[in-house]
């Protein structure tokens, strides 16, 4: 899962991400040094870091044995592909969504973040949030894809992949009110929501509650 910032602020996106994540960023890497990755004190990453002109948001990697027959079968199901790399693509989805197909093999999932009270927090999960006209195409689109089964939630907005137990990161597929281009956003996983965004914005470098909810 890559988390995509700009540029000209990359050092001070990513000091936050490493602060309330656990880990440390990794030397710079890519031709204009516009990657990095996160890297935890156990475990494999599964975090990186992305340098990008725009304002930045989230996209996934996906993981493949087979990179030319994942790439058909992306383009089969209605994908677009963007860039064409030795190792990686990058795709859009029907609706516009940009994830990469990468070759690897997964790994072991780090433990979670403890927090001064011993509250404990993971990055866990990425949205998608799309609008109202493409939602169902892009459930549709995800679980063909993955051979993921898909799990209706309790409110009519929210999908979820049944991601394997084996991965880091579970996906939820989010249906906007109003229409929009598509993105994504990061969910964390806490033991105690409000003592780790009291953390959080204690001791993470520009972070602040911009709004308190019932999840």
Avoid: K, N
């Avoid at 002109?53 to 493949?64: M, N």
């Avoid at 199901?77 to 963007?82: E, R």
Wanted: one cysteine or more.
């Amino acid at each position: 899962m890559y988390i995509d910032r700009p540029a000209a602020r990359f050092d001070e996106a990513f000091a936050f991400w490493s602060a309330v994540t656990g880990t440390e960023l990794s030397a710079r890497q890519g031709e204009h040094g516009e990657f990095a990755t996160l890297d935890p004190a156990t475990g494999d990453a599964y975090q990186a870091a992305q340098a990008v002109g725009g304002d930045g948001g989230a996209h996934l990697d996906i993981d493949v044995v087979d990179l030319d027959r994942a790439r058909r079968r992306a383009r089969d199901l209605g994908a677009t592909l963007v860039a064409d790399h030795d190792t990686w693509s990058l795709v859009r989805s029907p609706h516009g969504l940009a994830f990469c197909l990468t070759t690897g093999d997964g790994g072991h999932i780090p433990a979670p973040v403890a927090g001064p009270d011993g509250s404990l927090s993971r990055v866990d999960q990425l949205c998608f949030d799309i609008g109202p006209s493409g939602y169902d195409g892009e459930v549709e689109f995800w679980a063909t894809l993955t051979g993921w089964p898909v799990q209706r939630t309790g409110r009519s907005e929210f999908s979820r992949l049944l991601v394997p137990p084996r991965l880091p990161v579970r996906i939820l597929v989010q249906r906007l009110d109003t229409e929009r281009e598509p993105g994504a956003h990061i969910d964390i996983a806490c033991s105690d929501a409000e003592a780790v965004a009291t953390w959080h914005e204690s001791s993470a470098p520009g972070a602040c509650i911009a709004a308190r909810s019932g999840w």
